[in-house]
């Protein structure tokens, strides 16, 4: 199992940019590749980008060049750079740690609806207003 600590988040202005860590905790080095997702009130799950084990990038199209996901090779703390922000951007939004994010799309509707995850964060507000 490998417990998961997200940081940053919190309140911006349009066009403005926030930082989001998750900081993983238990079994670091385990088979699995690590994510976010998000969840805006009354919506789905979406899943925004994520970081395989040889480095390669994931992104959904709406956040494509907007958002950068990077992950630390000593301590696999995973960050998410947000820039050019909109209210579309506000939500819950989750970091992530399972085999099948190795495997498909951050953006699969297998992973959007995948009940359980080996870690799932407790979750960060990013409120995105004027």
């Known amino acids: 199992q490998v417990q998961l600590a997200e940081s940053g988040g919190g309140s911006v202005q349009p066009g403005g940019s926030l930082n989001i860590s998750c900081t993983p905790s238990?079994?670091?080095?385990?088979?699995?590749?690590m994510g976010w997702f998000r969840q805006a009130p009354g919506k789905k799950r979406q899943g925004i980008a994520a970081?395989?084990?040889?480095?390669?990038?994931n992104y959904a199209e709406f956040v494509e060049g907007r958002f950068t996901v990077s992950q630390d090779n000593v301590d696999k703390t995973l960050r998410l750079q947000m820039n050019k922000l909109s209210p579309e951007d506000t939500g819950m939004y989750y970091c992530a740690a399972d085999a099948a994010i190795c495997v498909v799309s951050i953006t699969a509707r297998s992973l959007s609806t995948k009940a359980r995850f080996t870690g799932w964060g407790q979750g960060i507000q990013v409120t995105v207003s004027s």
């Open positions: 970081v395989y084990r040889n480095g390669n990038t």
């Open positions: 238990g079994d670091v080095e385990g088979p699995y590749c």
